[in-house]
């Protein structure tokens, strides 16, 4: 199930301030040096982040697109899906989304699991 998240990534990446001890997954950002190459600098941005700030722009896209999170407690880079940079993410709640960035920043969710099948959250 695809999740619109209409709002740009910048403005999350605004808000954002400096990650806390609790906010930091266990994963790395796992970018190749030929993924970086064909970055926006907004994508290079996110790819960039500190994880703590990351889940929280990740967080802010999954909410902005419609669906309960209350954080991330894990995100880990995965191949770019036609060169927008790709994270699976899980929220405290157990979801797991896909979302990749566009080079505009803006983030396209994608619900992921047995929950994809149609429960709510």
């Given at each position: 199930m695809k999740l619109a998240?209409?709002?740009?990534?910048?403005?999350?990446?605004?808000?954002?301030?400096?990650?806390?001890?609790?906010?930091?997954?266990?994963?790395?950002?796992?970018?190749?040096?030929?993924?970086?190459?064909?970055?926006?600098?907004t994508q290079q941005r996110v790819v960039d982040m500190p994880e703590g700030q990351r889940n929280g722009v990740l967080m802010r896209a999954i909410v902005d697109g419609?669906?309960?999170?209350?954080?991330?407690?894990?995100?880990?880079?995965?191949?770019d899906e036609g060169g927008r940079p790709t994270w699976a993410a899980r929220c405290a709640n157990g979801a797991s989304y896909r979302l990749s960035i566009g080079p505009d920043g803006t983030a396209q969710v994608t619900l992921v699991g047995d929950r994809a099948a149609g429960a709510k959250g």
């Open positions: 998240a209409p709002a740009l990534l910048l403005l999350s990446l605004a808000a954002c301030g400096d990650p806390s001890p609790d906010n930091v997954a266990a994963a790395g950002n796992g970018d190749a040096p030929a993924e970086r190459a064909a970055l926006s600098p419609g669906q309960p999170c209350q954080g991330v407690t894990l995100a880990a880079r995965q191949p």
